[in-house]
């Protein structure tokens, strides 16, 4: 019976021994992991041979935190070089028009020689970049403004169908003066949403006046109104030189223009479709963009229907 006894304990202890052992070696595997994460190699991950239930289920959950993790550490780089195009862009928008006025003004005060024809020219472009500036650091404020009152928008009952007529009828004049005849194909019937009507006349008005602007070329913008699963969708498009592809995915972002929108006449502020996605989103909705130069650049979004 002693030894029975005996060899019960050693096959014990020789068993526990194993099991610690192994335990053990899979403890130092995925310390060694994340000791390599803590060392900025974010693409290791923990890879058990186990059949250990709750090895297994540890295993899955740090791998989880790792990629977390991962996805965090690349949208702050993201961010960060957002951040630093942001500065840049900033700098340049003030700077250009900023220049280019106390150009002008230098010779209005000191060159005896203009004729008052040139001086009318000089106090029009002063003017004009004037007006760049204000509405460039009202956009940004708007911008700030937006995203510290986020969800919290007025939603009243509008008729999308008279909204959308009544922002063509405002620029109506503009179009004429380019040679444009709108496009309009907006149903009878009433097409009702919840929102805030002041916001959806900016993003109408935004978005009307970047076809106007970008797409003049094309001497046509169309404006089109429909409805399709429970949403109000709204197209705007025009002719125009329309968008690069390589831009295209960032025409949301803030004061992006575009490599070639940059020191030409064309040259927007970059803020415009950036506060008119936040503000369809507030109201639940997306936009999204799509441009065949020359043939066809459209701007759609929707908001959900008032049910």
């Not at 959806?200 to 109104?225: C, E, M, P, Q, W």
């Amino acid at each position: 019976m002693n030894i029975f006894l005996y060899i019960l304990l050693i096959t014990l202890i020789v068993i526990l021994s194993c099991v610690l052992y192994s335990r053990n070696k899979l403890i130092r595997k995925m310390n060694e992991v994340l000791l390599d994460i803590r060392n900025d190699q974010y693409n290791r991950h923990i890879r058990l041979n186990t059949s250990n239930r709750t090895f297994s289920v540890l295993a899955e959950n740090l791998n989880g935190l790792i990629q977390d993790f991962k996805e965090s550490m690349n949208r702050t780089q993201y961010l960060e070089q957002v951040r630093k195009q942001m500065i840049s862009n900033i700098s340049h928008d003030l700077r250009t028009p900023l220049t280019a006025m106390l150009g002008y003004i230098d010779a209005l005060q000191h060159d005896s020689s203009l004729t008052e024809e040139e001086r009318h020219v000089y106090l029009n472009i002063l003017s004009e970049k004037g007006e760049f500036l204000t509405r460039l650091i009202h956009d940004l404020f708007e911008l700030v403004k937006l995203e510290e009152t986020k969800g919290s928008l007025c939603q009243d009952q509008i008729q999308l169908n008279e909204l959308l007529k009544e922002e063509v009828l405002q620029l109506y004049h503009a179009f004429i003066e380019e040679g444009i005849q709108p496009e309009l194909t907006i149903p009878e019937e009433p097409i009702y949403v919840f929102g805030d009507a002041v916001s959806l006349r900016r993003v109408l008005s935004n978005l009307l006046t970047n076809a106007l602007h970008y797409g003049k070329d094309g001497r046509v913008i169309g404006v089109r109104l429909w409805k399709a699963d429970n949403k109000a969708w709204v197209e705007i498009w025009d002719r125009g030189r329309g968008i690069k592809p390589e831009d295209l995915p960032f025409v949301f972002e803030r004061l992006y223009t575009g490599v070639d929108s940059r020191n030409t006449s064309l040259q927007g502020n970059g803020l415009g479709l950036t506060i008119t996605k936040m503000l369809i989103e507030q109201h639940r909705g997306s936009i999204t963009v799509s441009s065949e130069p020359n043939r066809k650049t459209a701007f759609t979004f929707y908001l959900p229907l008032q049910m």
